[in-house]
């Protein structure tokens, strides 16, 4: 039987302002209270139980029996014999792509002399201890693994424990194995974000959690990052997948449509859009979508997550970019004759693909690009995945006796103007000394 879905076609210039912001909303299925009085009770039993919850969890969540949480090496090696030397090379390609770009941000130490005698540094550590969620279930993210892990060890972290539904899928255990893992648990959904937060008998607490995963994942991420129960960082929210297209008349309707499914297909409450000046690329797109969607393993998951997604028809590319920032989409590709010209105008967007040959499925295994990014409009102000979140930096100064004289007066004033006579004390006690 075939599946039928397009998405509704609107013209952004015959919306209300109100309609306007309806065209940009999310999919509903996000940010269902329901879903973190869930993850709560889910938080509060692994907090309570232990690992006697992780095996109760992956056993209702994943219908798997776990006899034990950890992996050891024998499985590991194991798991790693049974990967085909196809999606081996593939691997060492994409590695060796995502190691280069990342080992390029390494951090410059900054040491500068602000006025004479006042030394001022900025240092970089790595995080010690963090974990990293990799999504499993019916699509194992094993681009996910190379995403998170390179980094992590490229930066210097000394912990580096990954997470991942049972049953893991072999080729995640080998890409972990490459990119240096040795500690993997057989545990996911938000109860793997409990137990990294809190630790229990077999699962380590870490610093920082990192990865995406479904909006189980993404709202237990939330909770123990605010939980005063606990001192865990997140990366950033890192929910549902996500894609806009902006599209000018001479784009290839069916590079859109490919484009828009590549998204669609990763879980229901994903979304896709198109903005586009062309109605006629819009109509060719929903036909596209019709006929591809037909021969897509995962067509009655795309076909949810395209019931929640929309064309928008706009009067020009600045147009288009505009509308684009308002969303704030986790991916971004511009197909347009001139698609540098429209980057200028883009504010918001976790990563952007320029041009009809740079589909957004290159950066989400192996251009070389972070595929971690803030979805849900958060990349109008959070950054996407690099080499500095797993590091935290620190400043450092440092003062000669004559650096002193020369900046104490200043801070003496300031200290006395804000009321703080400690402040002003701890510079006075000093230049008395000199």
């Known amino acids: 039987m075939q599946t039928q879905q397009t998405m509704q076609i609107l013209d952004w210039n015959e919306l209300s302002s109100t309609k306007q912001k309806t065209a940009l909303n999310r999919s509903p299925l996000v940010g269902d209270n329901s879903v973190e009085r869930s993850v709560r009770d889910i938080i509060n039993t692994v907090v309570a139980d232990g690992d006697s919850a992780l095996v ?3 056993q209702q969540f994943d219908g798997v029996s776990i006899d034990s ?19 081996k090379s593939a691997v060492a390609n994409a590695v060796n792509n995502i190691e280069t770009f990342h080992q ?15 030394r001022c540094e900025l240092r970089s550590e790595p995080i010690q201890k963090v974990g990293l969620y990799i999504p499993g279930g019916s699509a194992p ?23 991942s539904p049972p049953p893991i899928n072999d080729a995640i255990v080998y890409a972990a194995k490459v990119c240096g893992i040795t500690e993997i648990y057989q545990v996911g959904g938000a109860q793997a974000i409990a137990a990294l937060a809190f630790g229990t ?54 590079f859109i449509a490919a484009d828009l499914l590549s998204q669609a297909e990763h879980g229901p409450d994903s979304q ?8 006629s690329v819009a109509n060719e797109v929903n036909r596209e979508l019709s006929k591809q969607l037909n021969v897509l393993s995962r067509q009655d998951i795309a076909a949810q997550a395209l019931s929640c997604s929309r064309s928008i028809i706009v009067d020009d590319m600045a147009q288009a970019a505009m509308v684009s920032n308002l969303y704030g ?13 429209v980057l200028t105008n883009i504010r918001a967007a976790g990563s952007v693909f320029l041009g009809a040959y740079t589909p957004e499925s290159v950066g989400d295994y192996a251009s070389g690009t972070n595929h971690v990014l803030p979805t849900y409009g958060y990349s109008r102000s959070v950054s996407s995945l690099s080499l500095a979140d797993f590091s935290r930096r620190f400043t450092v100064q440092e003062l000669t006796p004559q650096g002193l004289q020369g900046l104490g007066e200043t801070v003496m004033v300031l200290a ?19």
């Open 104 to 118: 390029a941000q390494t951090f410059q130490a900054i040491d500068v002399e602000t006025q004479p005698g006042v």
């Open 329 to 341: 989409p986790e991916h971004l590709i511009i197909q347009s004759e001139k698609p540098r010209d």
């Open 416 to 434: 006395e103007n804000e009321l703080l006579d400690a402040h002003k004390n701890a510079v006075a006690i000093r230049l008395n000394s000199l």
């Open 69 to 87: 949480i950890a992996m050891s090496d024998d499985d590991i090696s194991l798991a790693c014999t049974r990967v085909s030397e196809e999606v």
């Open 201 to 254: 008998e077999s699962v380590p607490s870490v610093d920082k959690i990192f990865g995406p995963g479904n909006r189980f994942v993404t709202e237990a991420k939330r909770l123990v990052s605010q939980d005063g129960r606990c001192s865990v960082a997140i990366d950033m929210p890192a929910g549902p997948s996500e894609v806009l297209v902006i599209a000018d008349e001479l784009a290839n309707p069916a």
């Open 56 to 58: 109760k969890y992956s």
């Open 141 to 163: 993210l094993i681009s996910t693994v190379m995403m998170l892990a390179l980094p992590a060890k490229i930066a210097g972290c000394e912990q580096r424990v990954l997470v």
């Open 272 to 279: 896709v859009m198109l903005v586009t000046d062309s109605e």
